[in-house]
């Protein structure tokens, strides 16, 4: 779809996720022609600076954070579509010069590149100085709420500014290649679907690993922990597109419905069935409990947990899901174990072969589905698994070096099409399928069970498949 002249205003211009990712991909959609003449990005924050610093300092952001080797011209020619605005999101202050800077004939997109609790404050001045039209979108970052109670009044709070279909609840999961890809294997062949199923599939299980610790952000972390940093957002969106039911049309309203009935199909999960962990000290890094500065913390840098959906489709298939911080590889996979062959006609020697098929999210993005042949050679009939690797890199090339989530999603706003973004009932679900979970080990007094830095999180985790008679797949 073409794309027409916009305006795309950064709220959080000078923060640290607009030079890591905001910068960098717009430039990159500007380099793919994405950015008709006359389109603007403004940068906004409560910094005093005139416009010829904020552009360099969005030139030095493109320097440090774009992987591949970037061509001066175009960023002079990126950079004369830059403006910046200062103004104070909480008070009166620089709101009128935003307002004269706006034009007439274009859609506008406001970026909320700020922390959450300016979320409100942004929305309702955008309407109190008019900046805002019937066509202007907003973009929500993470996090969307503390808790249930906390997402409904920020929904609320946005819907009294905003209608549903100009609000862009941001998941950057959901802008990754291999996620949307996920979605192209399930529905548009053949060969999966009909398997899709608890009589075929024996369990799911979803690892997101990170080997970074909490760095400077622990004084939010404290209060998160992972079950709200990670499991109620980017986990519950891969679990969504993993189980849902393949919708009637790809348009934004039937898959979020689809996606919705999962989330509400989720059975509460068992205490025992949830295992937390803090990561201890190491070898030059401090531990969970130095980092966010509090001895005591009950907070969980990681978490695994069984569940189950009760629904016709899934009904007795476990669902393992587990993400933590330091942990020994950064990697994200969705692996879906399938069950035994019936009957080996090979006999108890040729051992277990099923087939697995793996969603790689990180570092590098692909799937491969593990099958079962003879091996080469070999004297009779010995059974090996080989992977079919579809890693896109390889069978893609060029194509391959596809935009990265931030891009995609982006341009997706400036189309208007919020297929992938979370819809405001979709937050609510996931907030309370999370709450009773939390609640629940803060009744109880939880403490989180320490863990060995770069490794592969506490034992206990690694019991809880133990004792189903299966295996982590991905780090263990
Ligand atoms: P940051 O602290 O680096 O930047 C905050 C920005 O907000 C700055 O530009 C600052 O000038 C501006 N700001 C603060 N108070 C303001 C006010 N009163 N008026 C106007 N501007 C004000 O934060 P960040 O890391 O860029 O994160 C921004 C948002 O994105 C947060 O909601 C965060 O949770 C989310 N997020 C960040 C990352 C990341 O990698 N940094 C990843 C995912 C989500």
């Known amino acids: 779809t073409p ?61 440090e954070f774009l992987k591949t080797p970037i061509d001066p011209e175009a960023v002079e ?14 008070g009166e202050d620089g709101w009128q010069s935003l307002a004269e800077m706006m034009l007439p004939d274009r859609m506008r997109a406001f970026y909320f590149s700020v922390g959450p609790s300016l979320f409100s404050d942004l929305a309702a001045r955008l309407r109190l100085w008019g900046l805002a039209d019937e066509n202007s979108r907003i973009v929500v970052e993470k996090p969307f ?83 709200r940093d990670m499991m109620q957002n980017h986990m519950m969106q891969l679990l969504c597109l993993i189980a849902m039911e393949p919708p009637a049309k790809f348009d934004p309203e039937a898959v979020r419905d689809e996606k919705l009935k999962v989330i509400r199909a989720l059975d509460p999960v068992e205490p025992h069935h949830i295992i937390r962990g803090q990561y201890t000290s190491g070898e030059d890094v401090a531990s969970f409990r130095e980092d966010v500065a509090d001895a005591r913390s009950k907070t969980e840098s990681f978490i695994a947990l069984k569940c189950h959906l009760s629904n016709w489709r899934w009904a007795g298939t476990p669902f393992y899901l587990r993400t933590g911080k330091r942990l020994k590889t950064r990697s994200s996979q969705i692996t879906v174990v399938f069950k035994d062959a019936p009957h080996s006609i090979f006999g108890p020697a040729s051992g277990r072969h099923n087939n697995e098929l793996t969603i790689q999210l990180q570092p590098d993005e692909g799937i491969i589905l593990d099958v079962t042949i003879k091996e080469p050679g070999a004297g009779g009939m010995k059974l090996i698994d080989v992977p079919l690797d579809m890693s896109f890199a390889e069978a893609l090339g060029p194509k391959a070096d596809a935009a990265d989530a931030y891009e995609r999603l982006i341009m997706d706003v400036i189309r208007g099409n919020q297929t992938l973004f979370m819809r405001n009932d979709e937050v609510e679900a996931a907030w309370a399928w999370t709450d009773p979970v939390i609640k629940g080990w803060e009744l109880r007094g939880d403490v989180p069970k320490p863990y060995d830095s770069f490794a592969n999180g506490p034992d206990d985790s690694s019991q809880l498949l133990r004792r189903d008679k299966r295996e982590w797949r991905g780090i263990k």
């Open 3 to 63: 794309v027409n002249v916009f305006d795309l205003v950064v709220f959080g211009g000078t923060g640290d996720l607009a030079r890591r990712k905001i910068l960098p991909a717009m430039f990159k959609r500007f380099c793919a022609g994405e950015m008709p003449d006359g389109s603007r990005l403004i940068g906004v924050a409560r910094r005093a600076m005139p416009a010829e610093a904020y552009r360099d300092m969005v030139r030095a952001a493109l320097d």
């Open 77 to 90: 020619h990126f950079l004369q579509r830059i403006e910046y605005v200062q103004l104070d999101a909480q």
């Open 145 to 227: 709420g503390h808790d249930l109670e906390t997402a409904k009044a920020l929904n609320a709070e946005l819907a009294t500014h905003f209608k549903e279909c100009q609000i862009y609840r941001i998941d950057h999961y959901l802008g990754k290649e291999t996620v949307q890809n996920l979605m192209a294997v399930r529905f548009g062949n053949m060969l999966f679907e009909p398997l899709w199923n608890s009589q075929y599939i024996d369990h799911i299980q979803i690892t997101v690993a990170e080997t970074v610790g909490v760095g400077g952000r622990g004084a939010y972390y404290q209060k998160a922990g992972a079950m």
